[in-house]
Every structure is written in structure tokens, then in C-alpha cells.
T-cell receptor
Framework: EADIYQTPRYLVIGTGKKITLECSQTMGHDKMYWYQQDPGMELHLIHYSYGVNSTEKGDLSSESTVSRIRTEHFPLTLESARPSHTSQYLC????????????FGPGTRLTVL | GQNIDQPTEMTATEGAIVQINCTYQTSGFNGLFWYQQHAGEAPTFLSYNVLDGLEEKGRFSSFLSRSKGYSYLLLKELQMKDSASYLCALGGATNKLIFGTGTLLAVQP
């Protein structure tokens, strides 16, 4: 079973607040990913990392930022939350090799009022 | 680019068999994944096809035809708990997955 964790699971916050969504994995995976998913819609890749000090923007433009200082930790930050940021944020990691099976965390459901 | 198409919704009866199709247009990929996602939860891995043909895994099987740009997920002996979204995704050399919009399957008694 995959060991990837996200906190908080649910977050309701006011406009303009700075928030950080936490993601950690204990599998030693180098590759990690952040997806955004609105209800009933597809997953969109917003950030990914191939290892420590490596971060790249994904296919969907996002105002969030990420950092990768440690292999196991890949936090996502919104400097000033807005109602348009309301969504589910899913973190994933994958094993080395070409298969690239991704293991997902439970997600953070963010609501910005 | 990569375009992935799946039916938006399907309905099936408990105990029956259902086939969920996925068609794609891409310049190349390493393998094709199927994930299951229950409402409000994270996707979980179901199957992976890299070669053409059928991969069987218990009640679930997945098929790939690269020449036809086509895959399907076959679910047998449907159970109520199989009601979920089923996501087709292409894995490429860039180490990213590109997901389709998913098929919402409703299993009825």
C-alpha cells in the first residue's frame, strides 16, 4: 500500500490568506506531482518535481508555488487565496523507471470564501 | 498533443459485465493506465498496459491496441462498490501522466 499523506484533508479559508498544503511520502520516490481537480472533472497537472531542488510547472497554469527541499516533502503554497482556487488538490508520487505508476494521496479539499 | 476520449457516464446492473472504452490520439507513449476514483477520494491504480493485448486482474481486465489508438477496461460480476469514475491515462517519456475526463459508472441493483 502506498504511503503518501496530505494535510489538511479539508480547509475553509477567507480570501487573501496565505496557505500551504502539505504532502509527504515515505516511499523514497524521487518524482512527485500536484494535480487540481474540480468536482466531476479531469485531473490537471499543476506542478511536478523530479527530485530535490527540481520543480516544474505542469500543463495547467496555477498561481500556486511548490518547493522540494527534501525528497519526502513537496508542499504547495498559495500566497493569497481567492475563491477561484476552490478545488481539490491531489498529490502523487511515482517510482523510478519508465512505467511511472503514480500513487495518490487522499487529497485536500480547499474552499476559499 | 494527446487527446483522450472516454464516455462521460455509463450505467450497468449488479452482476453484469461492463466495458469502458478509451480512445486516444498521441505521438507516443510508454503505457496506458486505468485508475478508479470514488467520489471525493483519490484515484487508485487498477491496471497498466504497455503491450497490445489483454491484461487480466481478477474481475478487472484491460485491453490495449496501439495501432487503433484504443483501450478498454472490462469489469465482470459488477458489484455496487464498483460505482465510481474510471480514468484512462497515458504515461509518456516525460514521466507525466495525461488523464482523460473519466467515465462515471453507476451500478444499479
Amino acid at each position: 500500500e502506498a504511503d503518501i499523506y496530505q494535510t489538511p484533508r479539508y480547509l475553509v479559508i477567507g480570501t487573501g490568506k496565505k496557505i500551504t498544503l502539505e504532502c509527504s511520502q515515505t516511499m523514497g520516490h524521487d518524482k512527485m506531482y500536484w494535480y487540481q481537480q474540480d468536482p466531476g472533472m479531469e485531473l490537471h497537472l499543476i506542478h511536478y518535481s523530479y527530485g530535490v531542488n527540481s520543480t516544474e510547472k505542469g500543463d495547467l497554469s496555477s498561481e500556486s508555488t511548490v518547493s522540494r527541499i527534501r525528497t519526502e516533502h513537496f508542499p504547495l503554497t498559495l500566497e493569497s487565496a481567492r475563491p477561484s482556487h476552490t478545488s481539490q488538490y491531489l498529490c502523487a508520487s511515482s517510482e523510478p523507471g519508465s512505467r511511472n505508476e503514480q500513487f495518490f494521496g487522499p487529497g485536500t479539499r480547499l474552499t476559499v470564501l | 498533443g494527446q487527446n483522450i476520449d472516454q464516455p462521460t457516464e455509463m450505467t450497468a446492473t449488479e452482476g453484469a459485465i461492463v466495458q469502458i472504452n478509451c480512445t486516444y490520439q498521441t505521438s507516443g507513449f510508454n503505457g496506458l493506465f486505468w485508475y478508479q476514483q470514488h467520489a471525493g477520494e483519490a484515484p487508485t491504480f487498477l491496471s497498466y498496459n504497455v503491450l497490445d493485448g489483454l491484461e487480466e486482474k481478477g474481475r478487472f481486465s484491460s485491453f490495449l491496441s496501439r495501432s487503433k489508438g484504443y483501450s478498454y477496461l472490462l469489469l465482470k460480476e459488477l458489484q455496487m462498490k464498483d460505482s465510481a469514475s474510471y480514468l484512462c491515462a497515458l504515461g509518456g517519456a516525460t514521466n507525466k501522466l495525461i488523464f482523460g475526463t473519466g467515465t462515471l459508472l453507476a451500478v444499479q441493483p
